[in-house]
Nanobody, 124 residues
Framework: QVQLVESGGGLVQAGGSLRLSCVAS????????MGWFRQAPGKEREFAAA????????YYADSVKGRFTISRDKAKNTVYLQMNRLKSEDTAVYYC?????????????????WGQGTQVTVSS
């Protein structure tokens, strides 16, 4: 049974930083892409960042490029999202997702597995 468990969310002032973690278990993720998505109240879920588990290729939404960094630790089966220079518009529930052999990493429906989400609130 695949499980993705996020942690690291919280309340932070604008300009601050947070690091989200996603621990993955239940299968080998060698051929998977791991993504971070976010959903603000009243809005659709949107892509933030993704990384390929094997090669470590990274992808970012324009809105977070230069501020967020996605990485993975194979030994710990964990994916991270380092978020710097946070803005109020980054406030959302952040979800970790995993999908096998994904090409279109920005599309939520391409991912098979999802975590429960972690709340990030940025106060201005």
């Amino acid at each position: 049974q695949v499980q993705l468990v996020e942690s690291g969310g919280g309340l932070v002032q604008a300009g601050g930083s947070l690091r989200l973690s996603c621990v993955a278990s239940g299968r080998a993720f060698g051929s998977y892409a791991m993504g971070w998505f976010r959903q603000a109240p009243g809005k659709e879920r949107e892509f933030a960042a993704a990384i390929t588990w094997s090669g470590g290729s990274t992808y970012y939404a324009d809105s977070v490029k230069g501020r967020f960094t996605i990485s993975r630790d194979k030994a710990k089966n964990t994916v991270y999202l380092q978020m710097n220079r946070l803005k109020s518009e980054d406030t959302a529930v952040y979800y970790c997702a995993a999908g096998r052999g994904i090409v279109a990493v920005t599309i939520p429906s391409r991912y098979e597995y999802w975590g429960q989400g972690t709340q990030v609130t940025v106060s201005s």
